[in-house]
């Protein structure tokens, strides 16, 4: 084994002892990292454009977006909130609906005793309830503590993006330079393609999503579909999630308009996965299928949500570290 190899080992090992011990801390860092790429990828023509210095684009790149979200959030907060409220509401009786529909069958009847909350309260009663309030609302403090903690890294990143690179590459043996800053280029073209195909993705998916919603007659069309959109970020098992309240919605209406609802999510990722992502990430970070969706089961075995939520970004950068550690690196062969 070679000295070059050998630095190579020591900082996977790193790694992985960081992803056993605190495995939280790697995977903000990693979300950081996607953010900044975000911003930078707004603020390099801002900057060639007006000739501003890198950090001041990308400090300008990042209020824009925040006042763009602020405005947006401003101007849906009344529509969304009532169809929350509505939602809120609708979901219980909706649920009591098809719980009167399935009861009496046998697999309803199995499937109404595994959903009681007995079952799903570890505790029971009422300490088990307040025990679960608990866990929830000390998850939401978490993660906005979190969310913070991402974005204050993604500034600092954005704005000083290479020294940070000249110390993850001071890293290395010296004669891995070029390699090392050759991976960090296709790694960082390679993420930002995916960052663009999902954001395609998602405004994609919402857009359609409400659009054939509202030609059903489902209620609350544009909030289901925000749900669905905003979920698009993780691929194949998000529109999954953010379309079980649609599809519960539809069904306690007519069984039927579920079906269709059903179809309607089916056809929207189809488009879209199939035919409009992969021609936005063409040769940047077209994932196979197969592969993401074994990569998101196992991230989210091993670190949950957050895990499930990065599995994509990860896979892609995983494929690149692969390509031009292993193949062209450590075993010296030309990519398939």
């Known amino acids: 084994m070679t000295r070059a190899q050998g630095s190579v080992l020591v900082l996977l090992g790193l790694v992985l002892l960081l992803l056993w011990l605190v495995p939280e801390v790697p995977l903000l860092g990693f979300a950081a990292v996607l953010l900044a790429l975000a911003l930078h990828a707004g603020a390099d ?39 929350a409220t509505q939602l809120a509401d609708s979901l219980p009786k909706s649920l009591e609906t098809l719980r009167g529909r399935i009861a009496g069958t046998a ?8 959903a009681e ?88 998916a919402g857009t359609l999503t409400w659009l054939g919603l509202w030609a ?18 993780i691929p194949v098992l998000g529109p999954v999630i953010g379309g079980v309240p649609a599809v519960l919605l539809a069904a306690t ?19 879209e996965g199939n035919f409009l992502t992969p021609m936005v990430q063409a040769r940047t970070a077209d994932l196979p299928p197969a592969l993401l969706l074994l990569v998101q089961v196992l991230a989210g075995a091993l670190f949950g949500l957050l895990g499930v939520a990065l599995a994509a970004p990860l896979s892609a950068l995983g494929l690149v570290l692969a390509k031009k550690a292993y193949v062209e690196g450590w075993l010296e062969r030309e990519p398939p």
Not at 107 to 114: A, F, S, T
């Open 107 to 114: 697999w309803g009847d199995w499937l109404l005793r595994q």
């Open 253 to 271: 209406q007519d069984p039927m308009l579920g079906l269709w609802v059903v179809g309607l999510i089916v056809a929207v990722q189809t488009v």
């Open 216 to 233: 059903l007659g489902v209620p609350l069309p544009g909030l289901l579909a925000a749900i669905i959109g905003l979920l698009n970020f």
């Open 117 to 204: 909350p007995g079952r799903l309260l570890s505790s029971g009663g009422a300490e088990g309830a307040a025990q679960a309030a608990a866990r929830a609302a000390g998850s939401t403090l978490g993660g906005l503590g979190n969310l913070v903690l991402v974005v204050l890294l993604a500034l600092y990143l954005a704005v000083r993006p290479r020294g940070y690179l000249s110390g993850l590459r001071s890293l290395f043996d010296p004669r891995l330079d070029g390699r090392v800053q050759e991976t960090l280029a296709e790694a960082g073209h390679t993420l930002r393609g995916w960052l663009l195909g999902q954001a395609f993705a998602m405004v994609v």
């Open 45 to 83: 023509p801002l900057a060639r454009r007006t000739g501003l210095p890198e950090a001041a684009a990308v400090l300008l790149v990042a209020l824009m977006v925040a006042a763009a979200v602020a405005l947006a959030a401003w101007a849906a907060a009344g529509p969304l909130a009532d169809q």
